[in-house]
T-cell receptor
Framework: DAMVIQNPRYQVTQFGKPVTLSCSQT?????MYWYQQKSSQAPKLLFH???????NEADTPDNFQSRRPNTSFCFLDIRSPGLGDAAMYLC?????????????FGPGTRLTVL | RKEVEQDPGPFNVPEGATVAFNCTYS??????FFWYRQDCRKEPKLLMS???SGNEDGRFTAQLNRASQYISLLIRDSKLSDSATYLC????????????FGKGTKLSVIP
């Protein structure tokens, strides 16, 4: 089945210790998104790739970076995690960037910062 | 005013009941609306898209009211397995790539 996969499902890191979350997709979608979701909050878009074109949201902290080495994979790097970065990180894909496309989510990575 | 607003609930309904949620959006240029279902500590899963003419899928019916800028989700004959948080989402405009979510409405179906 075509799908969006995220690894690891749970990540524990120490305050200030860099961490990388990964996302892969077999849908062959052009667009990959990273969202942050905290408890009882709406998913918040951090950035997205449209093919190789990186698009950062204006309020995404510099602490968050992303890489997309090929169509299938996308990584979220948190350079110096703070306690406030503990959240669920969701990867999503859509076929194109046109505003009628459905987005499909991976299972998420739950990040704990100690 | 937030772009997308939902009543957080919880809505506690008995099995078999009909329940409806509304979601208001502030940007009149918004296009393409969706309902997602999110189980506790899981990812949002697309439940249905909301078309101008309305959309029905089994026990679920979604409606769009552009004049009053809201979308609705109706669930008939509620099942215990319908217990979840329901998120609405929309794109802000035809050229927008950003899907804006509400915080969700929590539904608990009780035996």
């Amino acid at each position: 089945d075509a799908m969006v996969i995220q690894n690891p499902r749970y990540q524990v890191t120490q305050f200030g210790k860099p961490v990388t979350l990964s996302c892969s997709q077999t849908l062959n979608h052009n667009v990959m998104y990273w969202y942050q979701q905290k408890s009882s909050q709406a998913p918040k878009l951090l950035f997205h790739y449209y093919d190789k074109d990186f698009n950062n949201e204006a309020d995404t902290p510099d602490n968050f970076q992303s890489r997309r080495p090929n169509t299938s994979f996308c990584f979220l790097d948190i350079r110096s995690p703070g306690l406030g970065d503990a959240a669920m990180y969701l990867c999503a894909t859509s076929r194109t960037r046109r505003g009628y496309n459905e987005q499909f989510f991976g299972p998420g990575t739950r990040l704990t910062v100690l | 005013r937030k772009e997308v607003e939902q009543d957080p609930g919880p809505f506690n309904v008995p099995e078999g009941a009909t329940v409806a949620f509304n979601c208001t959006y502030s940007n009149s240029a918004s296009q393409s609306f969706f309902w997602y279902r999110q189980d506790c500590r899981k990812e949002p899963k697309l439940l249905m898209s909301v078309y101008s003419s309305g959309n029905e899928d089994g026990r679920f019916t979604a409606q769009l009211n552009r004049a009053s800028q809201y979308i609705s989700l109706l669930i008939r004959d509620s099942k215990l397995s319908d217990s979840a948080t329901y998120l609405c989402a929309c794109y802000s405009g035809a050229g927008s790539y950003q899907l804006t979510f509400g915080k969700g409405t929590k539904l608990s179906v009780i035996p």
